[in-house]
């Protein structure tokens, strides 16, 4: 099983600020099938990132990824007040599909 | 548009049962992966089953197999998550997501809430 580890655990900014968010994987990730899903209370998890660096439909080119391998970063270039949240990495390219702790960003 | 819309959350006692479902539209169901994710409270996001397009390949999480059931009707587009033997640690919103081996999870239900408590 692919253990995902993010850090930090909660980053604390303000809105304008840029956040840079890590999720490091136990063993390589296949393909660079790696994710990035952000979650608002009450809310369903929204995709954001897929295959590392590609945005989903829709999703702000605020919001970029990048990283191969073991080492994957979400970085959010201005932070905007919708954008405080949890954010959780996945890998789902071997099974069984896992998911990081998560990175709380919260507002200063 | 695509749509999720689970039903069948509730209170159960534990060593109950619960059915799980969710309707589709928007999108061919029968040609992709769906899985069922769930949050207990305060915790991650942890992916409890899935299930291939045709039915041919199902997944359980080691916490859950043997007492959950995944099936799909492809004909009503419609995902089910049969769950018996139910813990107290299996309270959480259930979530049903489009997604699977190689396929991100991009379409996400709204979640139904399960409550497993005597």
């Known amino acids: 099983e692919i253990v995902l580890t993010q850090s930090p655990g909660t980053l604390c900014l303000s809105p304008g600020e840029r956040a840079t968010l890590s999720c490091r994987a136990s063993?390589?990730?296949?393909?660079?099938?790696l994710g990035w899903y952000q979650h608002k209370p009450g809310q369903a998890p929204r995709l954001l990132i897929y295959g590392a660096s590609s945005r989903a439909t829709g999703i702000p080119d605020r919001f970029s990824g990048s990283g191969s391998g073991t080492d994957f970063t979400l970085t959010i270039s201005r932070l905007e007040p919708e954008d405080f949240a949890v954010y959780y990495c996945q890998q789902y390219g071997s099974s069984p599909l896992t998911f990081g702790g998560g990175t709380k960003v919260e507002i200063k | 548009e695509v749509q999720l819309l689970e039903s069948g959350g509730g209170v159960v006692q534990p060593g109950g049962s619960l059915r799980l479902s969710c309707v589709a539209s928007?999108?061919?169901?029968?040609?992709?992966?769906m899985s069922w994710v769930r949050q207990a409270p305060g915790k991650g996001l942890e992916r409890v089953s899935g299930i291939t397009g045709n039915s041919g390949g199902t997944y359980y999480a080691d916490s859950v197999k043997g007492r959950f059931t995944i099936s799909r009707d492809n004909s009503k587009n419609t995902l089910s998550l049969q769950m018996s033997s139910l813990r107290a640690e299996d309270t959480a919103v259930y979530y049903c997501?489009?997604?699977?081996?190689?396929?991100?999870?991009?379409?996400w239900g709204q979640g139904t809430l399960v409550t497993v408590s005597s």
């Open positions: 997501v489009r997604g699977g081996v190689r396929a991100p999870f991009d379409y």
């Open positions: 063993q390589s990730v296949t393909s660079s099938y």
């Open positions: 928007g999108f061919t169901f029968s040609s992709d992966t």
